[in-house]
């Protein structure tokens, strides 16, 4: 399974500020994802990042709201803009597996408390 | 559209006895299936999938799941669970280009 990296692991934020996450993963891949985990919820995708174009979000996600980047094949950012209270959550990155066809594997999340 | 219901939101069973979590589906065509183990403070983990073929699946940590397409169910089961295995799992249907998560049970472990 491709190993996959997250920074900041957790962070507090002020409303108001933004705040980028990383992800890193160490072997190249064309698709990478980005979800969102509100307490005591499930993951909903927030976007899907190809390298080369555009982030293609989900309905309820927009740009300005979480502008994606995808400079390369093994790292990606996702940035959380003008937090409130109700941003907190895990975010969490993941990779499609490129052994086991159709499955995507996660990296450890980011906790993310807005307060 | 594709969904996943998880009817338990949370469950306790004693250690060493057996454990069935149930996950029920709605799917267009033939469904991918997984189940993924989040345990505290950690990320997703995959317990194992469903493509085709044997309706019965291993997977890692003695887990196993039965797919059932006159149910649209894949439930997860264990004969005999450890402390170990105390997380929050999650079923997801779906595959490279999307997945949708059930809202996962909590499994407690008491001794």
């Known amino acids: 399974s491709a190993v996959i990296s997250q920074k900041p692991s957790r962070d507090i934020c002020q409303r108001g500020t933004s705040l980028t996450i990383q992800c890193q993963v160490d072997s190249q891949v064309t698709m990478m994802f980005w979800y969102r985990q509100q307490p005591g919820q499930s993951l909903t995708l927030i976007a899907t990042?190809?390298?080369?174009?555009?982030?293609?979000?989900e309905s309820g996600f927009v740009i300005d709201k979480f502008p994606i980047s995808r400079p390369n094949l093994t790292f990606s950012t996702l940035t959380v803009s003008n937090m409130s209270p109700e941003d907190s959550s895990i975010y969490l990155c993941?990779?499609?597996?490129?052994?086991?066809?159709?499955?995507?594997?996660f990296g450890p999340g980011t906790r993310l408390t807005v307060l | 559209a594709q969904s996943v219901t998880q009817p338990d939101i949370h469950i306790t069973v004693s250690e060493g006895a057996s454990l069935e979590l149930r996950c029920n589906y709605s799917y267009g065509a033939t469904p991918y299936l997984f189940w993924y183990v989040q345990s505290p403070g950690q990320g997703l983990q995959l317990l194992l999938k469903?493509?085709?073929?044997?309706?019965l699946v291993q997977g890692i940590k003695g887990f196993e799941a039965e797919f059932k397409r006159s149910q649209s169910s894949f439930n997860l089961r264990k004969p005999s669970v450890h402390w170990s295995d105390a997380a929050e799992y999650f079923c997801a249907v779906g595959g490279n280009e999307k997945l949708t998560f059930g809202t996962g049970t909590r499994l407690t472990i008491i001794p």
């Open positions: 990042a190809n390298q080369g174009s555009e982030a293609t979000y």
């Open positions: 469903y493509f085709s073929g044997d309706t």
């Open positions: 993941s990779v499609p597996s490129k052994l086991i066809t159709d499955t995507q594997y």
